[in-house]
Every structure is written in structure tokens, then in C-alpha cells.
């Protein structure tokens, strides 16, 4: 697989609980996808709801070289 590589992660609202300490240099595998991110840092995918990747609409497969900065967002509820 890919090598050792860094990106800065960002939870908003609800899913803040799940944010690492090392979020502004968190380790990741160069080449690993946005769901693989997810899964490791236990966010249930449905609570994914928007993703970010240096300020451009991600996906859940998405792919993480390293040097990235990921916002994730969860579901918004309107009314």
C-alpha cells in the first residue's frame, strides 16, 4: 500500500467528539480513501454526511495522497 502521510482533519458539530489529538498532522496511508479515514476514527458512515477536501466537495471514496486539509460534516437538519 501507500506510504506514511499527514493531512489536517476537521469535525464539525456532532462528529467534534471523534477528533484525534493529532488532528492538525494526522496520520494517514498516502492513497487510503475518506471511508477508510472514517472507519479508523469509528465515524459511522451515515454520520459523514458532507466532505470537504481542501475546500472541494469530497466523496466517501475519495482518495488521501497526504498534504490535505479534510473537513467532515454531519447530516444538517432543516425545518
Do not use: C, W
Request: no cysteine.
Amino acid at each position: 500500500m501507500g506510504k506514511q502521510a499527514y493531512i489536517t482533519l476537521k469535525l464539525f458539530a456532532t462528529l467534534g467528539k471523534f477528533t484525534p489529538d493529532s488532528s492538525d498532522n494526522y496520520p494517514v496511508e498516502s492513497g487510503t480513501s475518506v471511508r477508510n479515514l472514517i472507519a479508523g476514527l469509528k465515524i459511522p458512515e451515515e454520520k459523514a454526511k458532507l466532505i470537504f477536501i481542501d475546500g472541494v466537495k469530497g466523496e466517501l471514496d475519495s482518495i488521501i495522497n497526504g498534504g490535505e486539509r479534510i473537513g467532515i460534516f454531519p447530516p444538517v437538519g432543516g425545518g
